[in-house]
């Protein structure tokens, strides 16, 4: 019976990766139609859709009452995303992925603040829901900040104001057509996600319950990859393409939106009980690698193929601790 887990668990996490993709088509299909400039679509579509594989994992999961899946996939996945993601984009690069610094220096400080933040609340082992709520808060914050940033006559990046991704529209194109299709991905790509979530945390907490393996474990590993695949996809393909920044925009948005979103969601929908044990490890070692990350990125405004090997190092290590020390 295990291995019908095993098989179900890693058909569920491909069969969520494309229904995650036709997600991110539909969004980004949608901002084409009505105009929504580049940046609002990268940071927040974008960035909303590569991470809708966790916030489904993790907010079905604490209404199921598995809340230590949910918060092992948020603190996991920062991990993933930085370790995996990121690191990888990093090394697959023909050249070294040039960074705004600019940019890095308010997108990273917001990071490591609202990082250090969570871990103040989850100190005692627990997120209430008045501490999501604040989190979710905090989000809208950083949601105004990117508003205003766009707004500044400095440029948030380095293109015309005002352009929109309309303007790469094919004036032929049927605009009725185009929103049917893009409406179907959306909708089925959000239904798919949802729907196979549920199967992963059945398939999950099955296998963690037959090897006597904690639930947090299994999040903070197994799961937090699974879901990290669009990311880690997106990322990997950007760099592939000389499309380095993209990979840097999603990764820095993609770990806000694991604290803020992801967590903070969960725990208005069901307060998030851990064992201190597991948060004194998990988030300082995500505050870590976030740190290097982004310190990494800030020298020389580059990253590189070596910043990028000195991150999967990092989460080698991670990965190891944990099947050593946490199981």
């Known amino acids: ?52 594989p966790e916030l489904a994992v993790s907010v079905q999961a604490a209404f199921l009452g598995h809340s230590e899946i949910s918060l092992g996939n948020a603190v996991g996945s920062v991990i993933a995303d930085d370790g ?17 610094c600019r940019v890095l220096r308010i997108i990273g400080s917001f990071l490591l603040i609202i990082d250090f933040f969570a871990y103040i609340l989850v100190r005692n082992g627990e997120v209430s829901r008045w501490e999501g709520a604040v989190l979710l808060l905090l989000l809208v914050l950083y949601f105004l900040v990117i ?14 104001q005002g352009q929109t991704l309309k303007e790469g529209l094919d004036e032929k194109e049927n605009r009725g057509r185009m929103m049917k299709k893009c409406m179907f991905n959306f909708l089925g790509g959000i239904i798919g996600v949802i729907i196979t979530s549920r199967i992963i945390i059945w398939s999950a907490v099955n296998i963690s319950r037959h090897f006597s393996i904690s639930e947090t474990i299994i999040g903070l590993t197994v799961i937090a990859i ?25 990764i820095l948005g993609a770990d806000v939106l694991n604290i803020l979103w992801i967590i903070g969601m969960s725990a208005v929908v069901r307060p998030i009980r851990v064992e201190a044990g597991v948060v004194q490890f998990t988030f300082p070692y995500m505050i870590l690698i976030v740190t290097v990350m982004l310190v990494s990125m800030r020298i020389g405004c580059k990253f590189g193929r070596i910043k990028g090997a000195l991150l999967v190092f990092l989460y080698v290590i991670y990965f190891i601790w944990v099947l050593l020390f946490l199981i």
């Not at 400039?37 to 909303?48: C, D, E, Q, T």
């Not at 993601?85 to 992925?97: K, N, P």
């Open 1 to 52: 019976m295990i291995y019908l887990y095993f098989i179900v668990l890693g058909v569920s996490f491909v069969v969520l990766f494309k229904c995650a993709d036709f997600f991110i088509d539909g969004s980004v299909g949608l901002a084409y139609i009505f105009s929504i400039p580049k940046l609002i679509v990268g940071i927040v579509f974008v960035g909303l859709a590569t991470t809708a």
């Open 84 to 100: 995996i993601a990121m690191a990888l984009a990093g090394i697959v690069a023909s050249t070294a992925i040039i960074v705004n």
């Open 147 to 160: 508003i205003l940033m766009r707004k500044s006559k400095k440029g948030f990046l380095s293109m015309p």
């Open 226 to 250: 699974g879901t990290s695949l669009p990311e880690i996809s997106t990322a990997v393909t950007a760099a592939l393409r000389g499309e380095g920044e993209i990979a840097v925009g999603n």
